[in-house]
């Protein structure tokens, strides 16, 4: 066998991803908080590009949804446009009677100069340590023991390292541990639940015998283990009952009633409203939406200067170019989300028409065929993009549901569906009448929907309802 050198010539075709298209793709999976941030970071590079003024009457992209014509409606305006010119009161706009005249045009006014700094957890505590008759050296433990508490108010610290740490004994810092498991809120510097519960009681005067060893034994609770709970208190129902009262209304994480940071919230990048002719109205949420201008004056100007610099006028065209590019894929990006947006509406309308009982299933593929777009684009697209509807706020990954086979033949439902008839029956059972698994699927089949006892008891757990044996000890202790 002979082996030659040869060349060939041969012609075929393949896709190259380029990295602003490798951009664009990522632009749709941002949130809008990380979308802000990739705009700022590119404003600062790129000395063409800014921020268009806040109009205040952009209310951004409006599709219409029909009930007489299930497609999208025609209605589509530019995303760097203004929409409407009229646009009626945003669903929970905040009003104030606060003077606005001295507030500058083109600024709005923020949501936290109404609200008051609340007051954290841990500035509430050093307030207590200031107050406290300390010694130098026990401020500096019980500073020291401060610093070491969670959000939730307990203490994660090895008291003996803490104690080294600070060239101290472990037992001056069980003394100063002790003093400070009586500050405000009760419950506080405990170190596992059994001693937060402990504190408590023991501030409200109820820690006895028999409340100690039900605090001792809190894993048969959480096991509803009512007659072992019994016997180890040597207590009646009664008794226990009484004590199951106490238990409950302690505290089992005080420091949450303090806010550890700003205010959190959701804000939704679509909005579903009723439409007045019927169907639903789907718009962008403005506030998500930032809009970028080029500043052709200043390109004119420095393209002027730098018209003999080769080298300038190179980097003056890229920016001008990446500029176009970044304008161009943040409408994309826009027009894409309100796209599908609207295509679930269409597919869920029952749900926002009825409620939760009526979401149909769904998946990615069904939702790309409907728009001609690839089930990785839609994937990214309702990744932590939340939308504002009549029932709530939820995330566009909410409704798209496995489904469930239909016993009778007819369509098939929604696994979130069936997760909240599951839960409705549960909710109404009485002391004497607790369903189990298989009564559940028993049910479920009378209405239509085939499914297995097993997937009744994974919907059930993954809900945190517990089986029919602990509701029933349940139900009858608190009858």
């Known amino acids: 066998m002979r082996f030659s050198a040869s060349q060939l010539q041969r012609q075929k075709q393949s896709l190259s991803i380029t990295p602003q298209l490798i951009e664009s ?58 929409t409407r010119t009229g646009a009626p009161e945003q669903p929970m706009q905040w009003k104030s009677t606060r003077d606005t005249t001295s507030i500058p045009p083109g600024q709005s006014l923020a949501l936290g100069e109404f609200t008051a700094s609340a007051e954290t957890l841990h500035d509430h505590v050093a307030r207590q340590i200031a107050l406290t008759a300390y010694t130098p050296q026990e401020r500096l433990i019980a500073r020291a023991l401060s610093d070491h508490l969670e959000d939730t108010g307990y203490l994660q610290v090895d008291l003996l390292e803490l104690a080294g740490s600070l060239n101290v004994r472990e037992a001056d810092v069980e003394r100063v541990l002790r003093t400070l498991q009586l500050f405000d809120p009760p419950g506080i510097f405990a170190r596992t639940l059994s001693e937060c519960l402990e504190i408590q009681l023991r501030q409200r005067d109820r820690f006895d015998p028999a409340i100690a060893t039900l605090v001792a034994n809190l894993e048969m609770l959480a096991q509803r283990d009512f007659q072992a709970l019994k016997r180890h208190c040597g207590v009646g129902e009664d008794d226990l009952l009484d004590m199951l009262h106490e238990i409950r209304a302690l505290d089992p994480k005080p420091g949450n009633r303090f806010q550890s940071g700003g205010p959190e919230s959701i804000i939704p990048d679509v909005w ?23 500043n052709q004056t200043y390109f004119a100007e420095v393209s002027r200067v730098t018209a003999h610099n080769s080298k300038d006028q190179a980097f003056l065209n890229e920016c001008f170019q990446n500029a176009n590019w970044l304008i161009r894929s943040l409408d994309q990006r826009a027009k894409t989300i309100l796209k599908v947006a609207a295509e679930i509406v269409r597919q869920q309308d029952a749900f926002f028409e009825h409620g939760i009982a009526h979401l149909r299933p769904l998946n990615l593929r069904t939702v790309a065929d409907a728009i001609n ?56 059972e009485s002391p004497d009448d607790v369903l189990s698994d298989d009564d559940i699927v028993v049910r479920l089949k009378e209405t239509g929907i085939d499914i297995a006892r097993r997937t009744v008891a994974k919907y059930r757990e993954a809900m945190n309802i517990p089986s029919s044996v602990q509701r029933r000890r349940e139900k009858r202790l608190w009858a």
Do not use: C
């Open 25 to 82: 793709i990522r632009l749709l999976q941002l949130t809008h908080a990380e979308l802000r941030q990739f705009v700022e970071q590119e404003i600062e590079k790129n000395p063409l590009l800014e921020l268009a003024p806040n109009d205040g009457g952009a209310l951004g992209d409006v599709l219409s949804t029909s009930a007489e014509d299930p497609h999208i409606g025609a209605r589509e305006n530019d995303v760097d446009e203004p």
């Open 272 to 294: 579903v409203q009723p439409s007045p002719g019927g169907g639903w109205q789907i718009e962008l949420e403005p506030d998500t939406l930032p809009k970028l201008l080029i």
């Open 373 to 428: 777009m690839h089930e990785s684009t839609i994937s990214r697209v309702t990744s932590h993009k939340y939308m504002l509807t009549p029932r709530g706020v939820f995330e566009l990954k909410y409704f798209f549901t496995v489904a469930i086979a239909s016993s009778q033949g007819g369509d098939a439902h929604s696994a979130e569906a069936v997760r909240h008839r599951i839960k409705a029956m549960v909710a109404v």
